[in-house]
Nanobody, 124 residues
Framework: QVHLTESGGGLVQGGDSLRLSCAVSGRPISTLSMGWFRQVPGKVREFVAGLGWTGETTTYGDSTKGRFTISRDNSKNTLYLQMNNLKPEDTGVYFC?????????????????WGQGTAVTVSS
């Protein structure tokens, strides 16, 4: 059974950086397409970034492109999200997700596996 565990959230100021981690157990991360989503109350989960199973392909949401970087460490079976120049509108609960797709899904419903989320709050 695949389990995903996020960490690294917190309270930061606008312009700061933060790195989120997602530890994967039960399956090698190199066999999964992975994504980061975020959610605020009353809204659907928003696609933030995705990494293909080969590790060579990435994709980003329009609001995070150029500021966020998704990566993974196969030896640690861990996914990362480096977030730079954070803005108040980046506030939300961040979830990592995994799937067996050969492409990078950008909709939450396409993912099989989910973590419990880690909260990020960016103050102005």
């Amino acid at each position: 059974q695949v389990h995903l565990t996020e960490s690294g959230g917190g309270l930061v100021q606008g312009g700061d950086s933060l790195r989120l981690s997602c530890a994967v157990s039960g399956r090698p991360i190199s066999t999964l397409s992975m994504g980061w989503f975020r959610q605020v109350p009353g809204k659907v989960r928003e696609f933030v970034a995705g990494l293909g199973w080969t590790g060579e392909t990435t994709t980003y949401g329009d609001s995070t492109k150029g500021r966020f970087t998704i990566s993974r460490d196969n030896s640690k079976n861990t996914l990362y999200l480096q977030m730079n120049n954070l803005k108040p509108e980046d506030t939300g609960v961040y979830f990592c997700a995994g799937d067996l797709s050969t492409y990078i899904p950008e909709t939450a419903g396409a993912y099989l596996y989910w973590g419990q989320g880690t909260a990020v709050t960016v103050s102005s």
